[in-house]
């Protein structure tokens, strides 16, 4: 069965340190890979994905994440948060070439002044 | 930019109510999804629609209902609503590149 594993409810970074948000999955074929936000009050955002190609892949705000499918993790990372980033993060995979989306319980990201 | 609209953003109804949660997008996309949200729960999916007429059930259908009668516009039926159906409920379309959009949400509470 399809799943996403988002094992940090919360996690707390100092403005200007790096950040990482961890996100593995489990799927039957290809994974298409997916980051969204949410802040408060709003609906999601899509971050990025990772469909094929590089394993690297970079998206909207700073943002970018690793596809490892050995480790059958794909972690959101930012070299340097800002206060801004606050906000729900999640993560999603969609079984190929199924039409359903899963998505992580969400982990919310709080950047300290 | 791709438009997702939800007809409330907020909503309260009594038990055993009928509830209609209307969606609609601008951007002639096919798949239409419902989720809805909860604290710990995260996304989960309630039915989605791949044209119009058609549905697929998700991973939590039992005492909702959809209908897409126009391309546009992806109906959410609560029949009889109810204290555990209170959550946040999230429309979303996709693209040809497989992103989602989503519209605003409609935080139902059902008292």
């Known amino acids: 069965a399809q799943s996403v594993a988002q094992p940090e409810d919360q996690v707390n970074v100092a403005e200007g340190n790096p950040l990482t948000v961890k996100c593995t999955y489990s799927v039957s074929g290809n994974p298409y890979l997916f980051w969204y936000v949410q802040y408060p009050n709003r609906g999601l955002q899509f971050l990025l994905k990772?469909?094929?190609?590089?394993?690297l892949v970079k998206g909207s705000y700073g943002f970018e994440a690793e596809f490892n499918k050995s480790q059958t993790s794909f972690h959101l990372k930012k070299p340097s948060a800002l206060v801004s980033d606050s906000a729900l993060y999640f993560c999603?995979?969609?079984?190929?070439?199924?039409?359903?989306?899963?998505f992580g319980t969400g982990t919310s990201l709080t950047v300290i002044p | 930019d791709v438009k997702v609209t939800q007809s409330s953003r907020y909503l309260v109804k009594r038990t055993g109510e009928k509830v209609f949660l209307e969606c609609v997008q601008d951007m002639d996309h096919e798949n239409m999804f419902w989720y809805r949200q909860d604290p710990g729960l995260g996304l989960r999916l309630i039915y989605f629609?791949?044209?119009?007429?058609?549905?697929e059930k998700g991973d939590i259908p039992e005492g909702y209902s959809v209908s897409r009668e126009k391309k546009e516009r992806f109906s959410l039926i609560l029949e009889s609503a109810s204290t555990n159906q209170t959550s946040m409920y999230l429309c979303a379309t996709i693209t040809w590149g497989n992103e989602q959009y989503f519209g605003p949400g409609t935080r139902l509470t059902v008292t």
């Open positions: 999603a995979v969609r079984d190929d070439p199924g039409n359903q989306f899963y």
């Open positions: 629609s791949y044209d119009v007429k058609m549905k």
């Open positions: 990772y469909i094929t190609g590089d394993n």
